[in-house]
């Protein structure tokens, strides 16, 4: 339940209204929905439906995640954070516009 409280805490701390209880939840801001999933387990992959995706995890398993989410090609565009104690990091977000300067 710790990476649970730690990815509802950190869509909380971005501005995000959070939906649900449980592992996967939503977050809303402005016009995006995301789905969160918080995942202790990369060989079970919830099955997942919408637009946007955020995958929280420990660190030590945001590659063995990543390489199951790019073998996967799910429909939609994903993102993982590394959740660790009271810190975290956006390991995969993803692609943005292209900006000309």
């Not at 994903?78 to 977000?93: K, N, S």
């Amino acid at each position: 339940m710790r990476l649970v409280e730690q990815a509802r805490s950190i869509f909380a701390e971005l501005g995000y209204t959070v939906e649900g209880n449980g592992p996967d939840f939503r977050a809303e801001r402005a016009w995006k929905v995301v789905h969160v999933n918080a995942v202790s387990d990369v060989e079970q992959l919830p099955r997942c439906s919408g637009q946007f995706h955020c995958f929280v995890t420990e660190p030590g398993d945001v590659d063995d995640l990543e390489v199951q989410l790019e073998s996967l090609d799910p429909g939609y565009e994903w993102a993982i954070i590394a959740a660790d104690g009271e810190d975290y990091q956006v390991e995969r977000a993803p692609p943005g516009p292209t900006v000309t300067v």
